[in-house]
């Protein structure tokens, strides 16, 4: 069994919370203004980047 560092629980307990304010923010888009979910969408779509290039990063490591 690989050994897991305090690093990488921090890291995966940052993921839990980014999920967690995702489905926060998912509660409010049915009451927002077709403007309002516009730049929603833009900021997340900065994030996904963001997180896609975290992916990559460690995918990389991998190899």
Do not use: F, H, Q
Request: hydrophobic content about 45%; proline content about 2%; aromatic content about 4%.
């Amino acid at each position: 069994m690989a050994v897991v560092t305090g690093e990488l629980i921090r890291a995966m307990n940052y993921v839990e919370d980014i999920t967690a304010t995702l489905r926060r923010i998912c509660i409010y888009i049915p009451g927002m203004s077709a403007e309002e979910r516009k730049r929603l969408a833009d900021s997340l779509r900065e994030a996904g980047t963001a997180i896609n290039s975290a992916i990559a990063d460690l995918e990389k490591a991998e190899k």
